[in-house]
């Protein structure tokens, strides 16, 4: 998943009060403790760093990494800081994709928690980025970590380890359990671990609730703007758009060519658009981001949240933003494109695949009907590459929220903690179907205009690594304490 995909969609909004705020120091918006190089970190930030850089420094993809490498690399660190070796244990469907499930005793008062990141990474080219940057090398340069996995999710798993291993440390013996499970194949591939362990080993990850990837912050022109916590998805959906003829040779040229018929179709695709579905929810968040708005974006985020929405103001919000968009309708878009057989050939087939975000409720089978009448060519299938999985939100626990509001109001005062439904898909999914709610929280904060999760110079700032791991830290600690 991650951040490329993140769409905020309020709930409610948790906003520190000044009650709140007067128990504890106040930093300045946006920085606990600015780090901004190795040198001036301490004994527990050096370790995540360390543990970061092995982590991003291992190759993880499906085609040619190996999760059990990055799982055998952090049970070693585990077992170095005193765990037994009956709490640290790597586990998989074969060697290459094996998933790490390490636990810290607590006193029993309470069911686990479960702290919950992938190993696996998107695929990553030296080419596709820039000359001076290695995908599997971490790089530290103008104050951001940059390589594959910085931002999704390598940050994450090495912030659940070292601050697992500070505990241990410290000599925190919780109320509950916290299990740390790190799996593989969330981006994709055939041996999920979230899945095979909840198939295979529920009892090592069974746990009262989840945290996960898919939250974290917004920043904006250098503004926190909302600390998200991730209650919800949009169901993933894919279909195969494909034209089939006899082809021919190349020297004979004819108007029934595959990949003309496709493109053609494609084109009319993409100006499909689903119709705007205001629900309360959605209402809701605009209500509660106008606030952090001025001037025109604001006006309109007020307008759509009324009981009449606008939909002129609708049509600008989406048009302004993909995330906006993405919050009020159900989205499909062309993702991989294939076709032809040989140079010196007419195709005989040409193939598209569509990537369908749902909105909860949304029924696939009417999507499709939707993605026919766009294309209008009875000579192009459409085939769903996989059945959507849909899970239920997860409820939003006083206890949780009340503990994400307040270490969020101590590190960044005055940034609202944002309940909202992402676009993406997490392994997230996975859980909450097997009846563990999960929350997509980190305290890591991106810039919503620079999102590079998936893509070319992944990265993430330095002083975000620094104070996601700080807010974990505290967060955790506060949801297993006494």
């Not at 053609?264 to 809701?284: D, G, H, Q, V």
């Not at 919000?317 to 989205?331: D, E, F, G, K």
């Not at 057989?341 to 040409?350: D, G, I, R, T, V």
């Amino acid at each position: 998943m991650r951040r490329a995909l993140i769409v905020p969609i309020l709930m409610a909004v948790w906003a520190p009060s000044a009650a709140a705020r007067a128990g504890h120091p106040a930093p300045g918006q946006g920085a606990a403790r600015p780090l901004q190089a190795a040198q001036s970190l301490g004994p527990h930030e050096q370790a995540a760093r360390d543990i970061f850089q092995e982590l991003v420094e291992i190759d993880t993809t499906d085609s040619s990494g190996s999760t059990t490498r990055a799982a055998e690399a952090m049970a070693s660190r585990l077992r170095a800081a005193g765990f037994p070796e009956s709490d640290v244990l790597v586990v998989g469907p074969n060697a290459r994709k094996g998933n790490l499930v390490a636990r810290l005793r607590g006193r029993g008062a309470r069911r686990p928690i479960l702290l919950l990141a992938h190993l696996d990474v998107v695929e990553a080219r030296r080419e596709d980025w820039s000359p001076d940057l290695d995908p599997f090398a971490l790089t530290e340069r103008d104050g951001y970590f940059y390589g594959r996995g910085t931002s999704d999710d390598k940050n994450q798993a090495s912030i659940w380890i070292a601050n697992l291993i500070r505990y241990k440390q410290e000599g925190f013996v919780p109320d509950r359990d916290i299990i740390v499970a790190l799996t593989a194949d969330e981006e994709g591939g055939d041996s999920n671990g979230a899945s095979w362990l909840l198939a295979n080993h529920r009892a090592l990850v069974d746990a009262e609730y989840a945290l996960n990837e898919g939250g974290g912050g917004d920043l904006k022109d250098g503004r926190r703007i909302a600390n998200n916590v991730q209650a919800a998805e949009k169901v993933y959906f894919s279909v195969a758009l494909e034209a089939r003829n006899p082809g021919g040779h190349s020297a004979l040229p004819r108007r029934d060519n595959a990949i003309y018929q496709l493109s053609a179709a494609l084109t009319r695709l993409a100006a499909l658009e689903f119709p705007i579905e205001l629900n309360e929810i959605a209402k809701a968040y605009f209500a509660g981001m106008a606030a952090q708005q001025t001037g025109q974006l604001a006006e309109d985020m007020k307008a759509v949240a009324g009981p009449s929405p606008d939909l002129a103001a609708a049509a600008r919000l989406a048009a302004a933003s993909p995330s906006y968009n993405a919050v009020m309708r159900s989205t499909c878009v062309a993702t991989q494109l294939s076709g032809g057989h040989a140079e010196n050939a007419l195709p005989q087939s040409a193939r598209a695949v569509v990537n369908c975000r749902l909105l909860p409720g949304a029924d696939p089978r009417a999507v499709e009907r939707a993605l026919r009448d766009a294309i209008a060519d009875d000579g192009i299938s459409i085939t769903p590459v996989s059945e959507p999985v849909p899970s239920p939100a997860s409820p939003l626990r006083p206890d949780l929220m009340d503990a994400i509001r307040r270490h969020t109001d101590e590190m960044w005062p005055g940034v609202p903690v944002v309940p909202f439904m992402a676009s993406s898909a997490t392994d997230g999914m996975h859980f909450r179907n097997a009846g563990i709610p999960t929350y997509g929280v980190d305290g890591t904060f991106f810039d919503v205009d620079d999102v590079r999760a998936h893509g070319k110079d992944e990265r993430l700032g330095v002083r975000e690594y620094f104070e996601g791991l700080e807010f974990l830290y505290r967060l955790v600690k506060t949801l297993s304490g006494p």
